[in-house]
């Protein structure tokens, strides 16, 4: 760095630093050395970087609070620091905002962020959402995490009455907690099934019998195993709404839901059947056991419980709602098309099955999505040519949103055994550091906490003016890509790279 000796910072026993456009401050970041301008610094004063111009006025003490090291014969100050964060810290400098390159932990580079004293703000909107995605990976972690501290744990100051109801509630909600819990979900996945082939054979004829007034109903020993698997669900359920540490939040969830409609069919086909002769019609009450019988097929959805593939497909369905309207979009317009001109070109026929437009939409939909039941189709030939396009179309149709489906899927799967590792090895270090990786983790996911309430970008004031003739590119003795004279801007894209 010959020749800048002259502009350089004075020495620490100096009056006074000459703070001014011409001045020149030498950083040493991570074994990288740079040269910046007091003029570039000053732009934004509130940060390290900036601070650095005045701290020499306050002798050692002030200089070696902003940094780790000071080299009074070369005039430099050293910092332990990524020098790849800082590189991207120091395009707020130039740019008025910050990209985080690829490859750096988002967690680290708001860390570096904090070190420099340079807001969150600055940061583009395309790299928040991996400090968020972050930030939620580590909270989903920590929940875990406390989850299994908490199986691990024991109140002391819980009552006999409350420790019983924790035994209870580990029992049957944490299936790898012990063998005998594994063996009753065990238990409970194939009464699951049980029920589920019972219903269905109850159906068949051959297993059928007639009762007093010639109807046929089910065999009584299908009647009997129904009866023992609901009364298994029905104590199953009793014990865990007892043992729930949050009644409401246990009544109100999705898969709690789910047994309950599994199980009262059951209850309200015995209250008619037994009592609800005495206020209708027997036919009324037939018919209404019929109908609550069909809402049986619910306790397969119970297999989800005991399914981390069903769940996981579940929240891949959430995730597509708008590719799943999409989807339904596209074949609504294609439906709705393709059966008014099918019924148009089919009236010219003379045993022409297209009747109505309303009654076309059943064969748009059975020839879009490539089912074709046969039972109505075109005879003339722009009836057919309509059909052969109107085919191709549902196939292209169908076949654009599932891509994005199937990587929601695997990116959720994939996620989950990830954070599901991170969990254990979480406990790991818990146990080898005597909770300090614990701690660590809390304060990493408390300092991520102000990500949701970050205020918009905006533009840098002065920030167009400040690329003029009078930008002084920084020097460096690594090659450390920074702004040139013919080329005062990058793209968002280059930046992100």
């Not at 055994?417 to 406990?427: G, I, M, P, S």
């Amino acid at each position: 760095m010959d020749g800048t000796g002259e502009r350089s910072l004075p020495e620490p026993d100096s009056q006074g630093s000459r703070v001014g456009d011409d001045v020149e401050i030498v950083v040493n970041v991570g074994g990288v050395r740079q040269v910046l301008y007091g003029d570039l610094l000053s732009r934004y004063p509130e940060t390290r970087l900036a601070e650095l111009l005045t701290c020499l006025a306050g002798g050692y003490d002030s200089i070696f609070s902003l940094c780790d090291d000071y080299d009074p014969g070369k005039r430099e100050f050293y910092f332990d620091r990524d020098p790849d964060a800082f590189k991207c810290v120091l395009e707020v400098y130039y740019f008025g905002e910050v990209h985080m390159k690829k490859g750096i932990c988002p967690i680290c580079f708001k860390g570096e962020m904090d070190f420099w004293k340079v807001d969150l703000k600055f940061l583009d909107q395309c790299c928040r959402s991996h400090l968020r995605e972050k930030r939620e990976e580590l909270e989903e972690i920590a929940r875990r995490v406390q989850l299994i501290l908490d199986d691990l744990g024991r109140d002391a100051a819980a009552g006999r009455w409350r420790r019983c109801q924790q035994r209870v509630w580990k029992f049957l909600e944490k299936p790898e907690s012990s063998r005998p819990a594994r063996a009753v979900a065990v238990l409970s996945f194939l009464l699951i099934l049980l029920s589920s082939m019972v219903m269905c054979m109850g159906t068949i004829p051959e297993l059928q019998v007639l009762d007093a007034e010639g109807s046929r109903v089910e065999h009584p020993t299908l009647e009997s195993v129904e009866t023992a698997c609901i009364g298994w669900f029905t104590l199953e359920y009793l014990l865990r709404l007892f043992a729930s540490p949050n009644k409401l939040h246990f009544v109100l969830s999705f898969m709690n839901i789910v047994d309950v409609l599994a199980i009262l069919p059951f209850y309200v086909s015995l209250t008619l059947t037994h009592l609800g002769a005495r206020m209708m019609e027997l036919t009324k009450v037939q018919q209404a056991v019929q109908a609550l019988r069909i809402m049986r097929v619910a306790r397969i959805f119970k297999l989800a419980r005991h399914s981390t593939g069903l769940q996981t497909l579940t929240y891949a369905l959430k995730r597509s709602f708008k590719e799943l309207g999409l989807l339904l979009m596209y074949l609504a317009v294609g439906i709705f098309v393709f059966s008014a001109l099918g019924y148009t070109m089919e009236q010219s026929h003379p045993e022409t099955l297209f009747k109505s437009i309303p009654q076309s939409f059943w064969w748009a939909i059975i020839t879009m999505t490539t089912v074709g039941y046969g039972d109505i189709y075109p005879k003339t030939t722009l009836g057919k040519l309509n059909a052969a396009i109107s085919f191709l179309c549902g196939v292209i149709a169908i076949a654009l949103p599932i891509h994005p489906i199937i990587n929601n899927f695997v990116r959720y799967y994939n996620k989950q055994r990830v954070l599901e590792t991170a969990a254990k090895h979480e406990l790991e270090l818990m146990e080898l550091n005597s909770g300090g990786a614990g701690g660590g983790e809390g304060k990493a996911v408390g300092s991520l906490g102000d990500l949701d309430n970050l205020p918009p970008l905006e533009p840098a004031a002065g920030k167009e003016g400040a690329w003029g003739s009078r930008l002084k590119i920084s020097h460096s003795d690594t090659v450390i890509p920074l702004l040139t004279q013919e080329k005062h801007h990058r793209t968002r894209l280059q930046s992100c790279k």
